[in-house]
């Protein structure tokens, strides 16, 4: 199936409009991200009919109120809307917190003429502090009279979610499913707090790996009809190879948020699960295309991240089960005396087999290879080998880690299991960043 690059994000399927306003809900001159001015921060996302709905949330035991709201409105099938903002992350603000939460659809209902149950929400920002609902409520109005279907209102949209995040993250494709064109759009934010987690119903699986899936939020849209188990099949597929095999601080957020809208304008027969839950063609079809949408956004993600300056992919193989795999490569990749090697491009392996070694992957040390290539690369510069350092030069190995992106291949030779993470390194530019900013004590929370 061909899949093609097209422009609109989230506003290029039929049926959808999009628009993101400024309402001031940080409050400019109020600490660190108030510096930014007049940045949109409050997103509106609008089908102009019934649409099937998925999602996936943070399995942090502590989580928003826009989490809790969702959960049980996306189990219901169907939504019209979503409202977002920035700026605040309306988490850990107990039972008002909820009652703001469920206010801001009442308010987005009310403006759009939608019932607030067919709305769902969602918020990123600093923890701990209540929401300025006059300025919440102003912005609502603000976006729903601005709403439209160009890319320049995708694009404001896609600015006013942001929070340290630099530049926007904006996809759409295109395929054609058996007589019908398809799209898909997508927006994401998630540059801090990166280390993935979610689940279909917020709850912690019991397989990590395969089930799970910071702060992280992703909005997609879809002109193609599909049934709400289908539609949820196809978005759990697609985080768990995107937006779950990703860190770039090892801190699972309380917002984590991927939402994947689906109103049928296309007008394709219904795509659906068959017996035993078995998919389609046509159905695996939508999934590769929304798979490929969320892999690029979450890539752009880990590479906005903040301070980041080099991007690794650990691939771990040869683990006794993917679960073991998975272990490995998360040890690794979230170790801070590793990101920082890779910051100053150290190829130093023996940071990388003492994050093994604590893992709760088995390990033996006489079977571990340790090894670098270029991105996607086959040619592979082993710098440990049988658990022994190879006759490769230093230089070779510091040429091999000086690129801004690079492989870090681990085998241990003790299964066939396997994973793979793209991770970041650890900068003083992340350190800088992230210390506190206390100038203005009355803004802070968490």
């Avoid at 923890?127 to 300025?135: C, R």
Wanted: glycine fraction near 12%; charged fraction near 20%; aromatic fraction near 4%.
């Amino acid at each position: 199936m061909k899949i093609k690059s097209i422009k609109g994000s989230v506003v290029a399927p039929m049926g959808f409009s999009a628009e993101g306003v400024f309402c001031n809900i940080k409050r400019i001159g109020t600490g660190k991200g108030s510096s930014k001015g007049p940045k949109p921060d409050l997103a509106l996302i609008v089908s102009d009919r019934p649409a099937s709905i998925a999602g996936m949330f943070t399995t942090n035991q502590v989580c928003a109120a826009p989490v809790k709201v969702c959960l049980s409105r996306v189990a219901r099938g169907t939504a019209r809307a979503v409202v977002v903002n920035s700026g605040n992350a309306n988490a850990c603000t107990g039972r008002q917190g909820l009652l703001d939460a469920r206010e801001m659809t009442r308010l987005a209902g009310a403006r759009l003429k939608i019932p607030s149950g067919q709305i769902l929400v969602a918020s990123t920002g600093r923890i701990g502090v209540p929401l300025p609902m006059a300025q919440v409520q102003a912005g609502i109005q603000s976006a729903a009279a601005g709403l439209g279907a160009t890319p320049d209102h995708a694009g404001r949209a896609a600015h006013a979610i942001m929070t340290s995040d630099t530049r926007r993250k904006e996809v759409a494709l295109e395929c054609v499913l058996g007589r019908h064109r398809i799209r898909i759009g997508g927006i994401c934010k998630g540059a801090g707090m990166i280390h993935p987690g979610m689940s279909p119903s917020g709850r912690r699986p019991v397989s990590l790996p395969r089930e799970l899936h910071a702060t992280m939020l992703g909005f997609l849209t879809t002109d193609a009809a599909v049934e709400p188990d289908a539609l949820q099949w196809v978005l759990t597929e697609a985080v768990a190879t995107s937006f779950n095999r990703i860190t770039v601080d090892g801190d699972m957020s309380t917002n984590d948020t991927v939402l994947l809208l689906a109103n049928g304008a296309a007008g394709n027969t219904a795509l659906r699960l068959g017996r035993g839950g078995r998919p389609s063609r046509e159905l695996l079809q939508f999934q590769e295309a929304v798979q490929q949408a969320c892999a690029l956004l979450a890539r752009w993600m880990v590479e906005d991240g903040e301070g980041v300056h080099r991007v690794v992919t650990v691939r771990v193989e040869g683990a006794r089960n993917t679960a073991e795999a998975d272990a490995a490569a998360r040890a690794v990749s979230n170790s801070a005396l590793v990101k920082t090697s890779w910051h100053g491009g150290d190829p130093n392996w023996g940071r990388i087999i003492d994050a093994l070694g604590y893992s709760s992957a088995r390990v033996v040390e006489r079977k571990v290879d340790i090894g670098y290539s270029a991105r996607d690369g086959r040619k592979i510069l082993w710098s440990l080998k049988g658990g022994q350092p190879t006759r490769v030069s230093f230089a070779a190995l510091c040429r091999a880690v000086a690129r801004p992106t690079f492989d870090l291949h681990i085998r241990l030779n003790l299964g066939r299991g396997r994973a793979a993470l793209q991770a970041a390194d650890l900068t003083e530019a992340y350190v800088d960043f992230n210390k506190g900013d206390i100038s203005d004590p009355a803004s802070m929370g968490g």
